[in-house]
């Protein structure tokens, strides 16, 4: 999957969903396909939390949060 970021048309991969879940249909219950957040999304989330920590501010820190999280994802691919 991918977004846009910002004001750019820039896509990247925001690295499928961070805690997919998936139930079983048991007769009763349909299915479910929960997909939760973006691994893009939850990084970032991950990486601000250090960085306000760390004293930066907000609107520092939201902008860099996303770089950190896509060097993360593209660490990913490189396995």
Known sequence: ???????????VSDGGPAF???TQWDGI???IN?????MRDYFAGKAIEA???RGWGLENAS???YEIADAMLR????K
């Open 34 to 38: 929960y997909h939760g957040i973006s």
């Open 20 to 22: 997919q879940h998936k």
């Open 63 to 65: 902008g860099k949060a």
């Open 51 to 53: 960085l306000i920590v």
């Open 29 to 31: 219950t349909p299915s």
């Open 75 to 78: 660490a990913r691919e490189c």
């Open 1 to 11: 999957m991918s977004n846009r970021i910002g004001d750019t048309n820039k896509m």
